[in-house]
């Protein structure tokens, strides 16, 4: 069944998103602030679900279509073959926003549209209540200028819930940014790694993964698994292929310090659950005791912010030791993540190489990348 998948992303990685999803082999229809839409069939979902690094949710997207009034949302939501994907055990629940729309009533839209998938599937299967005892169906009514777009949610719990989170500190960076800071850095496999603020871990983990190829979702459960939609077949199958693609033999080089040393063995913990404990080192370590193990390594970071934990002597030590990292080994590349606009001058001087607006929670956030000059044998 040919079907319209949507990859819902924090602002500023749709384009990280979009790639992943080309990998995969689908074929893009439209890249829009916060998601990216394509399509696919009930193996992509399964396969969307299983691989996106990046990516906050993937979403089947029932239909698109203008509505002023309530009468037109019902008759238009109600059209639609639900019967097609809700059995009769079906339980679901209806979700919503509306933006500078005639229908504004949130609470008022939900309920409308929840009213018309009833009434379409009691019609279809000649009953008046539901047990509502099978899998979820999460459904979104998003309401924007008048133009409403019905979605049902496939992930359930949202991509970045990995699953290998045992142990955590203040403020960890979400497992999908932290993978989408290590593809934005073009690190890979045989290059070294450093997280010298590394927390519980996220960024060194999350890099473990993509070098060893482990796909992030083989170790929790989605919504659609359940889903009459999808055989069961078809997730054996591609559980299966997600295991026999891990890369047990990458050679990884990745470190991750903390001066915290709770956090340090919540990283090892985690590290352990996500099976990728034997390739990252962690060790209590002040950044200013930073040093290379390598040349043309890569340093990602995400220091504390003054808006979060960390005070500003803190803050200041760990940019004094970045800066002077760099400046004493110019072939290593820092990328740095931060609320701070100033952060760039503070660290290194200079502009960066290259910036990117990205989000971390609800805090704007830039992603420096001082970019380090490569060495060659020639060059030595």
Request: aromatic content about 8%; hydrophobic content about 40%; some cysteine.
């Amino acid at each position: 069944m040919r079907l319209e998948l949507i990859a819902t992303a924090t602002f500023g990685l749709e384009a990280v998103v979009k790639r992943e999803i080309e990998q995969l082999g689908y074929r893009i229809l439209k890249t829009e602030d916060g998601k990216v839409t394509y399509m696919g069939d009930e193996r992509a979902i399964v396969r969307s679900n299983l691989w996106l690094r990046s990516a906050d949710r993937v979403l089947l997207k029932m239909a698109e279509f203008e509505a002023r009034e309530f009468e037109e949302l019902f008759q238009r939501t109600k059209a639609l073959d639900w019967e097609q994907l809700v059995p009769l055990d079906g339980k679901f629940t209806v979700t919503g926003t509306s933006v500078k729309s005639r229908l504004h009533s949130v609470p008022a839209c939900q309920k409308i549209v929840k009213k018309a998938i009833v009434e379409k599937l009691k019609e279809f299967y000649d009953v008046e209540t539901f047990p509502e005892t099978g899998a979820q169906y999460t459904v979104k009514a998003t309401i924007l200028k008048d133009r409403v777009t019905l979605t049902i949610d496939t992930s359930g719990a949202g991509l970045h819930k990995r699953g290998y989170r045992q142990a955590d500190v203040a403020a960890p960076i979400k497992e999908t940014l932290a993978a989408a800071l290590v593809q934005l850095s073009f690190w890979k496999a045989g290059r070294i790694l450093v997280d010298p603020c590394c927390g519980s871990g996220t960024i060194p983990i999350e890099a473990a993964m993509i070098g060893r190829n482990i796909a992030p979702g083989l170790n929790r459960s989605f919504a659609c698994e359940e889903w009459e939609l999808i055989e069961k077949d078809i997730w054996r199958e591609e559980k299966k292929a997600a295991f026999q693609a891990i890369d047990y033999n990458a050679e990884l080089e990745i470190y991750g310090y903390d001066i915290n040393g709770r956090a340090v063995r919540a990283a090892m913990e985690n590290a352990q659950e996500a099976g990728v404990d034997d390739c990252i080192v962690f060790r209590r370590q002040d950044v200013a005791k930073l040093e290379p193990t390598g040349e043309n390594g890569i340093i990602i970071v995400n220091p504390p912010y003054g808006e979060r934990i960390g005070e500003e002597a803190q803050i200041k030590e760990i940019y004094k030791a970045l800066g002077g990292f760099l400046k004493d080994y110019p072939d290593w590349s820092l990328f740095m993540i931060t609320t701070d606009k100033e952060a760039e001058e503070r660290v290194a001087g200079r502009k960066a190489d290259r910036r990117r607006k990205l989000y971390n929670g609800r805090l704007e956030t830039c992603y420096y990348q001082f970019h380090g000059q490569r060495r060659t044998l020639e060059g030595r």
